[in-house]
């Protein structure tokens, strides 16, 4: 994933195991990704109530093995 951000400010810090934690505001984002790279990351509940949200109805759910 490739994420370019822009943002009118800006904090760093250092967090646990010496990793940089960015503190950003009012911040806009391009980038690609992977879709399908995403979609393995969410939860399928989520997704529903999302598309319900929408207006969306789904009459049928599998969930894979």
Do not use: K
């Amino acid at each position: 994933m490739n994420i370019t951000c822009e943002c009118a400010e800006m904090r760093t810090s250092v967090g646990q195991h010496n990793t940089i934690r960015l503190e950003l505001e009012g911040v806009t984002l391009a980038g690609t990704i992977d879709t399908r790279e995403v979609l393995n990351q969410l939860d399928g509940a989520v997704i529903i109530e999302w598309l319900a949200e929408q207006g969306y109805t789904v009459l049928h759910q599998e969930r894979a093995a």
